[in-house]
């Protein structure tokens, strides 16, 4: 590492102000800082800091989306060998899932990345840590099958248009990772839904099996709710659906290293969950009695485990840029969440991923909350004179 | 006896280098530099020259919008040099003191009886009205107010602070009789606070004799100490109030006043932090050179030297003079060092109220800290992280950017005339994105206070 110190301390003149490379300063500085936490020293205010900053929370992020990225790689390995019918080991799913996945992943982050660079240089900030967890969540909330240039698209929109014309990370009020699949979904709907979500490739000397249907929990449901699957398929996370989103389980690990690192806010996630669960019961209250098999009779539970639902709420819902800032704002936030994402599922049938489209919209919604619950904070005050 | 107060909100930051608690008194240096700089807002006007030969709590300069206001020499002897700075503004005014010191005598009146103005009068004279000091804005008292409460804090929270018990015990005679003094300028509106850990030396019982006072029995975890946490909870400051607070150590400097008829400015100071080799109390001057109280004191190395305490300090050198209210010295290692994927590591040696770090698994540890910023500045990302450390009914980064955006309406609704920098030294410290909290807040006020 000291010789890595003084190669960065011996090209670093060139990258200075008057310096060659002037211009690509933000890049060399990313690099830089990336390698070594720079050792400038505090110059006003208090003279010690802690210890984290905002590399070390992205990072944390990352490490709770780790057990939804395993998981995701060997589902879909698992899914595919499914389809065809055939038995393979776990590691076999494994690998299969792997190469299928690192493509995806690679080129979000090289894309991203590239694009947050160029804005660095261009407008010579620095480049934030922000697309370190949004490069891997576009992948995640994708299918398997998504074409590459569809990746390096969503993660062009999602820097620039989610991030960049705002200012950057931290400036942005909607999610980036959710604005990229959104776009996606409207812009590209035949590549992101109906028969995609499992990887058919084909398998020598197999074909696909009779009881094969590409169709996720989330669209039979509408139809007839007690065709989905098993509750415990559903909560383990072997079903159909994007990378990373299909295994409640996985996503409960991850909440718990947010919650407990205290960077996920507790209070978002518990109330996404609430709120599902009471839109869930609410429904199952005015369900219409002759139609057994209608939706509003799915067992409130199972919005918790069927589709994106626990994704969003772990790991898209606590976003802290683009949620509630406030408190009490977190509650109400996360409550709209959770009963925006069961109204979406069961009356429109045609966006069946409401998780996605009810964080969006309570991200536009959530300086409203702020606000409303500020202009009470500040009555409250004047009260007490 | 009081309700508690507890306070939830809050940290402990716990340090290396606590001050033993003994004692040692240096001698008179040789000398001595009183800072206008140490008073905010004070326009400083001279009252002395170069080669006068004066007393001690003879008056050096006053404040140019309220003469009344006087500032003295702690000793006696000879006005040797008026250090000036840029644009001829007073930086230092330095004496040479008298190996044995001569004091102004002034008038003990009897407390029971003398009128509040007579008080007043007298602490404007010997210039001990200076250690007085109001909120908002934190200052010194304009006497003619009539102040809505006084606060006398009796315990310090901040990280390696003195032990406020340790240093009253001392003197108790001469701070019961300062406190007596207060009782008598506060209209029965005097509030003194206590805390679980100074309990044992300081109690109610110091305080039966006066009938007005209130004791407020604290507890949990720092910024319960701050003066202005205090007032937020006991009597909240609305628009065009004032409160009055006053540090313990300055109330038995008047205490003193009262008893011996002099104005006597040593005080206790505290002497911490890790670039110590002995930690403890040493008793010295005001005004006095940080060299002649650090000699001998601190380890080789890099270290930086703060007057008062980490989180709100300011940075000075041995070359400096000891600030008029400190009662604390801090110093610590710099922290210029790179750190190999510092952000990377498990950190157990990495003090943080995140459980991030693996430190979060040993809470009793003490750490030996320095002044890296851990991280470049950002953006502001995280939420929720200021709330965990205020304990005021305040949204602070609703009010940062109030602030920030220089709104004043918006400033006095969510609480500006209730905060100080100091309150907010823990959001600073604490803050992800390394964003200077203390500055805009002084900003807020500052700007507030030139427009209002």
């Known amino acids: 590492m000291k010789i890595a110190q003084n190669l960065i301390q011996s090209v670093k003149p060139h ?24 050792a400038h020293t505090t110059a006003s205010g208090v003279h010690i800091r802690d210890a984290i900053d905002l590399k070390r929370t992205m990072f944390t992020v990352i490490i709770a989306l780790v057990p939804t990225l395993l998981f995701g790689m060997w589902n879909v390995g698992y899914q595919h060998h499914l389809a065809y019918g055939v038995q393979v080991s776990m590691m076999d ?30 407008r010579n900030h620095q480049v934030s840590e922000g697309y370190l967890v949004t490069g891997l969540l576009i992948p995640l909330t994708m299918p398997v099958t998504i074409p590459l240039w569809m990746v390096a698209l969503a993660a062009i929109f999602c820097t ?49 099996v009779d009881a094969y249907s590409g169709a996720t929990n989330l669209v039979t449901f509408d139809t007839d709710f007690t065709k989905v699957g098993t509750v415990s398929d559903m909560f383990w996370g072997f079903e159909q659906g994007s990378i990373g989103e299909t295994s409640a389980f996985a996503c409960l690990i991850g909440a718990f290293i947010l919650i407990v690192t205290g960077i996920g806010s507790w209070q978002i996630i518990v109330s996404c969950f609430v709120g599902a669960l009471v839109m869930g019961l609410v429904l199952n209250g005015l369900a219409p009695v002759d139609i057994p098999t209608h939706p509003m009779h799915t067992p409130a539970y199972y919005h918790w485990l069927m589709g994106g639902f626990a994704f969003g709420a772990v790991y898209m819902a606590t976003d802290p840029v683009s949620a509630a800032h406030t408190e009490v704002g977190k509650w109400i936030y996360g409550l709209l969440i959770g009963m925006f994402t069961v109204i979406l599922r069961v009356f429109n049938p045609a966006y069946p991923e409401g998780v996605m489209l009810s964080i969006l919209l309570m991200n536009v919604f959530a300086p409203l909350i702020d606000h409303i619950v500020i202009e009470q904070h500040i009555k409250n005050r004047k009260k007490r004179a | 006896m009081e309700k508690v107060i507890t306070i939830k909100k809050g940290y402990n930051i716990k340090l290396n280098g606590v001050a033993e608690k003994i004692t040692s008194s240096l001698d008179l240096p040789n000398l001595i530099a009183i800072k206008p700089h140490d008073f905010p807002m004070l326009i400083p006007k001279l009252s002395v020259e170069v080669g006068q030969e004066i007393l001690a709590g003879h008056p050096l300069f006053y404040d140019k919008n309220n003469p009344l206001i006087r500032l003295p020499s702690p000793v006696s002897g000879e006005v040797v040099e008026i250090v000036r ?64 409460a006084i606060f006398v804090s009796c315990f310090d929270t901040a990280p390696l602070a003195p032990d406020l018990g340790y240093i009253i015990e001392q003197e108790r005679a001469n701070f019961q009789l300062g406190i007596e003094v207060l ?24 305080f039966q004799e006066f009938s007005h006072h209130k004791i407020h029995h604290f507890r949990g975890p720092h910024p319960a100490g ?75 190395g890099h ?63 003490s750490y030996n800290l320095n002044t890296n910023t851990n991280g470049e500045e950002r953006a502001f990302v995280m939420t929720g992280q200021y709330d965990k450390v205020l304990p005021m009914n305040i949204y602070p980064v609703h009010l940062l950017k109030a602030i920030l955006a220089k709104d004043i309406e918006r400033m006095e609704d969510l609480g500006i005339y209730e905060v100080s920098e100091e309150d907010f030294a823990l959001c600073e410290f604490v803050c992800t994105s390394k964003i200077d909290v203390q500055r805009i807040i002084k900003e807020g006020l500052d700007y507030i206070r030139s427009e209002g």
């Open chain 1, 15 to 38: 990258f200075e102000k008057g310096g060659r490379f002037e211009k690509f300063h933000p890049a060399f500085d990313a690099l830089e800082t990336f390698l070594f936490v720079p």
């Open chain 1, 93 to 122: 799913n494994f690998l299969f899932g792997f190469w299928k996945v690192l493509p995806i992943i690679v080129v979000s982050y090289t894309v991203g990345l590239g694009v947050e660079f160029i804005f660095a240089i261009i």
């Open chain 1, 160 to 208: 620039v248009l989610g991030k960049e014309i705002f200012g950057g990370t931290g400036m942005n009020f909607m999610n980036p990772a959710l604005l990229a699949r959104a776009f996606l979904f409207f812009a590209f709907p035949a590549y992101m839904s109906g028969d995609i979500w499992t990887d058919l490739s084909s398998e020598n000397g197999h074909s696909l």
């Open chain 2, 85 to 148: 700075g840029e644009k001829r503004r007073i930086l230092e005014i330095r004496i040479l003191p008298d190996k044995i010191p001569k004091y102004i005598s002034f008038p003990s009146p009897n407390l029971k009886e003398a009128a509040r103005e007579s008080i007043i009068d007298l602490l404007l004279e010997s210039g001990c009205w200076s250690y007085i000091r109001q909120r908002p804005y934190c200052f010194i008292a304009n006497p003619t107010d009539i102040p809505k």
């Open chain 2, 183 to 206: 009782d008598k300028l506060s209209n029965g509106h005097l509030h003194i606070s206590i805390h679980d850990s100074t309990k044992e030396k300081i109690s109610e019982s110091d």
């Open chain 2, 226 to 300: 701050n003066v202005g946490i205090q007032i937020h909870h006991i009597a909240p400051i609305q628009k065009g109030e004032v409160v009055w607070y006053i540090h313990p150590q300055d109330v038995i400097i008047i205490g003193r006043l009262f008893s011996e008829g002099r104005y006597r400015a040593h005080r206790t100071v505290a002497l911490t932090g890790s670039g110590v080799i002995h930690p403890h109390y040493v008793r010295v001057m005001t005004g006095q050179k940080l060299s002649t109280i650090l000699e001998h004191q601190l380890h080789e």
């Open chain 2, 303 to 365: 270290y930086r030297i703060i007057q008062g305490n980490i989180l709100t300090g300011k940075r000075s050198s041995s070359d400096d003079f000891l600030s008029f209210y400190e009662n604390q010295l801090t110093i610590v290692p710099e922290g210029n060092e790179p750190q190999f994927l510092g952000w990377l590591l498990p950190g157990l040696h990495k003090l943080s109220l995140s459980r991030t770090f693996l430190s979060w698994l040993t809470p009793d540890r």
